[in-house]
């Protein structure tokens, strides 16, 4: 059952990745790829009517894991206190930029919210890859299971890196979604010009982390061995990183970030996959630290919250296929009616 | 009070306070932009499109301040009350996952639909979508309230304790029909009600004055008055009373602060106004009603109400705060009444857009409901004090204790620097669009 839990929790954060990727990304990218006014709002047309859907996979998986995992959330949040009031603070003025740069006719203030949208976009992805950096590398807990964890201790360089590869990974998902999504031709071609530097990054970068990992967290491979099926966790990875490079030869934006989303679950797939049962180790230790056993909630809360967790995403990925359609495309914005 | 129950509460109390002023208005105004989007599709009158179009303008503002001071509530259980979490998050954490999951989804999407894609899909998808995204704003304020009722009044069939101190979920049907929630719950859609039909009056009222957009300005002031009388009378009964009697089968010493009773006595009488005095332990200069408290709580006019006095200093919560935000509440509902019922006999008589007079008090009321709402809630959570989780719980036993005072401080101040640019921005966006005004009717 907590097995049960840990993939979902898994899955609900990788649909934030790949969906809020596209808008964290696009952000990232926002003040190179966009040249002039009307490519830049193509950046918040494109992402405008969907993204509150998108930063919804971050609460709901954040609701879940105080249903499943009290003890964790109560732990990693109160631990990195300064470093999650930044995120915070980062996807509110993120939030902000996006509602207000189109409601002023002025390029003092569209310029101003644009470096706000491109400056907390690009610290959201490296803090969130951070974090995926310092699970992984596990922090250090006092007798009381406590720890506190300090800038320099979340900054640490494995964590940077693995913030770094998020940065860039993220940066290369979000100009496929604008060379997807806009309608101008130059545009487009910079944006797969981009993706394309970014992609020789993103493996660099990969192989570089994965060769970072092992020394950081010892046995990391165990679950691996004992269990094969694990393995196709990495193949995915691999495969949806060659689909990218296939793609971005072929120009297709579409296969492309569709790859690009199935290697980065990939990723983050095999980092669940080689952690488990730990979820937030004890640094520099095989053992100890919090793991699915001594953080879920008793097993009848886990069982009932399960289903209607399960229930209730069955749905929402049903009407948001819908209302994803409803905005598919490319982004006109000359349209009529309101729009960003 | 140790400092860390102090800094952390008020951390708490800042952040959801901002926060609140938004869903205060995005229950109300979705129901009245859904009610406008029903009047448009089955009468086929544009001018309700043009309203729904003007207030869901309104409505995406005010939806973005939300989400942006929401999310660290979401995650303020975790950072600066881990101990609650640890505690109490096997119980409640399936509502705030269910919160997320079933209604704050629903809303985000289909707001989508509402405000861009109206061009995109039929009228009728454009319709549901409305009422889907008011159903999913409802459901949403269910959910997070049915949390705050367990806080009030942990129903012992919901759950039980764990050897380890925990609290686990046993009953997920008691949990939701916890009867403390039901009254709260309606208690809080009328607040949002009567501030979304009286921020919709006032808009109303603002052009009528102006002599701008008169066609509108009558929707919205014929709209606002009606909708806006019909839950302030709802407000006040039964939800208000049942809310009442909840706190006097749960809570006597909030029952005790919010009346300012001090002495146990039989035939407490009634408070309308005075100020508490706690050292001295007496209500000065009251105007009381005789023995009209004994009878409102217990239905007996003799029955005796159990004083401040009489109960322990470390069960009591703050008296003053507890007490004046009540009598605020009261006062403010009933003005809302009045003004709103003059309101709904000058409409009667064919005179409310022409009633200056009356325009400028409608004008100049839409504050009040905010502060209403807000002062409500001061009494359900100030008036809960010392406990979080009432008798089960305490305040000082539910703060994260590896977060330091300094860093809570810290925090605090940044979130209160952020948010007074957020709201001062609010505000010149609000007002810009208003002042730009809905479209023009020239289409037709």
């Not at chain 2, 003059?342 to 100049?364: K, V």
């Not at chain 2, 401080?409 to 609010?426: A, D, N, P, R, S």
Request: proline share 4%; aromatic share 12%; with cysteine.
């Amino acid at each position: 059952m907590t097995t049960l839990w840990y993939s979902m929790l898994g899955c609900m954060l990788i649909a934030f990745a790949v969906l809020d990727g596209l808008n964290l990304g696009a952000g990232a990218m926002h003040l190179i790829l966009g040249r002039g006014n009307d490519e830049r709002r193509t950046h918040f047309a494109a992402v405008g009517p969907l993204w509150w859907g998108y930063e919804v996979w971050l609460l709901a998986a954040g609701g879940s894991m105080v249903s499943a995992f009290p003890i964790l959330y109560a732990k990693s949040f109160s631990g990195f206190y300064l470093v999650l009031t930044l995120v915070l603070w980062m996807l509110i003025i993120r939030g902000s930029s996006i509602e207000f740069r189109q409601q002023v006719d002025n390029d003092l203030w569209r310029g101003f919210w644009d470096v706000c949208y491109c400056i907390s976009s690009a610290l959201l992805a490296i803090l969130f890859g951070a974090a995926v950096g310092n699970v992984i590398r596990g922090v250090p807990f006092n007798s009381n299971m406590d720890f506190t964890g300090s800038f320099a201790l979340a900054l640490n360089p494995y964590a940077v890196l693995v913030g770094v590869l998020s940065l860039v990974y993220l940066s290369m998902h979000g100009s496929l979604f604008i060379a997807l999504k806009t309608a101008f031709e130059e545009h487009r071609v910079r944006a797969l010009k981009a993706a394309g530097i970014l992609y020789a990054m993103v493996v660099v970068l990969i192989v570089l982390t994965t060769a970072a990992s092992f020394p950081s967290r010892h046995g990391l491979g165990a679950n691996f061995i004992h269990h094969p099926i694990l393995l196709l966790l990495p193949i995915i990875t691999i495969t949806g990183i060659i689909g990218i490079g296939c793609s971005l030869k072929a120009k297709n934006p579409l296969s492309g970030l569709a790859a690009s989303a199935m290697a980065l679950a990939g990723l983050m797939g095999s980092a669940g996959a080689s952690l488990y049962p730990a979820i937030l180790p004890k640094l520099g230790q095989a053992s100890g630290g919090l793991t699915v056993y001594n953080t879920s909630a008793p097993q009848a809360d886990l069982m009932l919250a399960a289903v209607l967790n399960l229930v209730g995403v069955v749905i929402v990925i049903g009407y948001s296929t819908y209302v994803h359609k409803v905005f598919g495309g490319k982004v006109n914005i000359h349209e009529e009616g309101p729009a960003y | 009070m140790e400092t860390a129950v102090i800094v952390n509460r008020a951390h708490f109390a800042a952040l959801i306070m901002f926060h609140y002023i938004f869903p205060a208005l995005t229950m109300g105004l979705s129901v009245m932009i859904a009610v406008f989007k029903s009047l448009h599709y089955f009468r086929k009158d544009e001018r309700y499109g043009r309203a729904a179009r003007f207030w869901s303008k309104i409505f995406l503002l005010n939806f973005g301040a939300g989400v942006a001071t929401g999310v660290p509530m979401e995650f303020q259980f975790g950072t600066n009350w881990a101990r609650f979490s640890t505690i109490a998050g096997g119980v409640v954490g399936p509502g705030l996952m269910m919160e997320g999951v079933y209604a704050f989804f629903l809303e985000s999407t289909f707001l989508g639909i509402v405000l861009f894609g109206e061009k995109r899909v039929s009228p009728f998808v454009h319709w549901l979508s409305a009422v889907l995204l008011a159903f999913g704003t409802l459901l949403s304020g269910f959910f997070i309230t049915v949390t705050d009722a367990f806080m009030q009044h942990p129903v012992s069939a919901a759950y039980r304790a764990t050897p380890d101190h925990r609290l686990v979920l046993t009953d997920l049907g008691a949990y939701l029909t916890n009867p403390y929630e039901l009254w709260m719950y309606l208690h809080t859609i009328s607040g949002s009600l009567i501030t979304g039909a009286m921020v919709v009056a006032a808009v109303g009222a603002f052009y009528a004055l102006s002599r701008k957009h008169a066609e509108f300005s009558r929707i919205c002031l014929k709209s606002g008055v009606i909708v806006g009388l019909i839950f302030s009378a709802f407000a006040a009964f039964p939800t208000g009373a049942k809310n009442g009697e909840q706190v006097v089968t749960t809570n006597l010493a909030k029952l005790a602060a919010m009346e300012g009773q001090f002495k146990t006595e039989h035939g407490a009488p009634l408070a309308l106004i005075g100020m508490p005095d706690v050292p001295r332990g007496a209500l000065l200069d009251p105007i009381y009603v005789p023995k009209l408290l004994s009878y409102l709580a217990y239905g007996d006019a003799g029955a005796a109400v159990r004083g401040i006095n009489e109960i322990p200093k470390s069960d009591m919560p703050p008296v003053e705060v507890t007490y004046y935000a009540y009598h605020i509440m009261i006062g403010l509902g009933m003005a809302f009444i009045a003004i709103l019922g003059i309101g709904l006999l000058l409409l009667l008589a064919g005179r409310l857009q022409t009633s200056r007079w009356f325009l400028w008090l409608l004008l100049l009321a839409w504050p009040f409901p905010y502060i209403a709402n807000e002062a409500g809630w001061c009494v359900a959570e100030v008036g809960r004090q010392p406990w979080l989780v009432y008798g089960l719980l305490r305040t000082s036993a539910g703060y994260s204790t590896n977060v330091s005072s300094g860093e809570v401080v810290f925090t605090l101040i940044g979130f209160m620097g952020l948010y007074f640019v957020l709201g001062v921005l609010f505000l010149i966006l609000v007002g810009k669009t208003i002042s730009q005004g809905p479209e023009q009717e020239a289409a037709q």
